[in-house]
């Protein structure tokens, strides 16, 4: 695995506001769903939901992902009125108890993402399927003028598993994330964060290669995001569950951030905020 020591690391534009990347930092998950994979990362009701954002806050959290729709493998696909509603309640919870919180909302639906912008100020929004299931959305992000995190996947949540052959793995990827952010380039995207896209449409094996890799993805001078929070290629390999996959994500995280991260998507904030904390005082010194 190749250590990145950028002196330069790239910035993020949130809606005026110049966000300072060199020290990486923390989106804590924030799940309005009833079939995410972590049953500890759904919240329904809407006191639930202030006082998780209040904990991310409070640990250190720089952004709060919010998602209605669980793109876990075979999630269920949902209609998206109930997405909407979904996330009209828990985003009003949390801009009406904390205005000034970063928010980013978790959808691959362009009609959702307009409705969350104008309604609620959303600042980002976290498309899992790079604009390929909805062809609006680049358009939409474009007349917005938010943030977008790009992720790489093949088909939707609910048979994404069936498409994990790949020439190569690195170099399909290379030119997949080439050619996206060229398109958003010319609808006018401004502010582009890269998102591997781990645990969709990958094996566990392409999972360790990509990590082993991720250097490579700093070769686009954009922001990298990462999201291995708990998720199958640690629990998986480790023969548990994602209940007992703390550790394992407080490894991989570090790695991570080894290899360029940027910013960390996670369940637990107080640990990403540490992990944050010890390897950029290492890379430091």
Do not use: W
């Not at 917005?144 to 020439?167: F, S, W």
């Not at 060229?182 to 990509?210: H, P, W």
């Amino acid at each position: 695995m190749q250590i990145v020591t950028r002196k330069k690391r790239p910035t993020l534009n949130l809606k005026g506001t110049l966000i300072d990347l060199s020290t990486p930092l923390v989106m804590g998950i924030l799940n309005v769903t009833s079939d995410s994979f972590y049953a500890n990362s759904r919240y329904q009701e809407k006191e639930a939901i202030i006082e998780r954002a209040r904990q991310n806050i409070n640990e250190g959290v720089c952004i709060i992902d919010v998602g209605a729709y669980s793109s876990r493998p075979q999630a269920k696909d949902i209609p998206e009125q109930k997405e909407m509603r979904r996330l009209d309640m828990a985003l009003s919870a949390i801009r009406e108890n904390f205005p000034h919180a970063y928010l980013s909302v978790d959808t691959f639906r362009a009609s959702v993402a307009r409705m969350c912008i104008e309604n609620y100020g959303v600042e980002i929004i976290n498309d899992i399927s790079g604009g390929e299931l909805d062809k609006e959305m680049f358009a939409t992000i474009a007349e917005k003028n938010v943030a977008y995190i790009l992720m790489h996947m093949r088909g939707t949540p609910q048979n994404m598993m069936q498409h994990t052959e790949y020439d190569d793995l690195i170099a399909d990827m290379l030119q997949y994330f080439a050619q996206k952010t060229e398109q958003l380039r010319l609808a006018g995207v401004c502010d582009i964060i890269i998102d591997t896209g781990f645990g969709f449409s990958k094996t566990l094996d392409d999972n360790y290669r990509l990590m082993n890799a991720l250097h490579n993805f700093t070769v686009f001078d954009m922001p990298i995001l990462t999201g291995i929070s708990r998720k199958s290629m640690i629990y998986k390999l480790l023969e548990t569950d994602p209940e007992h996959s703390m550790n394992g994500t407080s490894v991989l995280n570090t790695l991570a951030l080894l290899g360029g991260t940027d910013i960390l998507r996670v369940h637990d904030v107080k640990e990403a905020v540490e992990t944050v904390k010890l390897v950029t005082k290492t890379l430091m010194e």
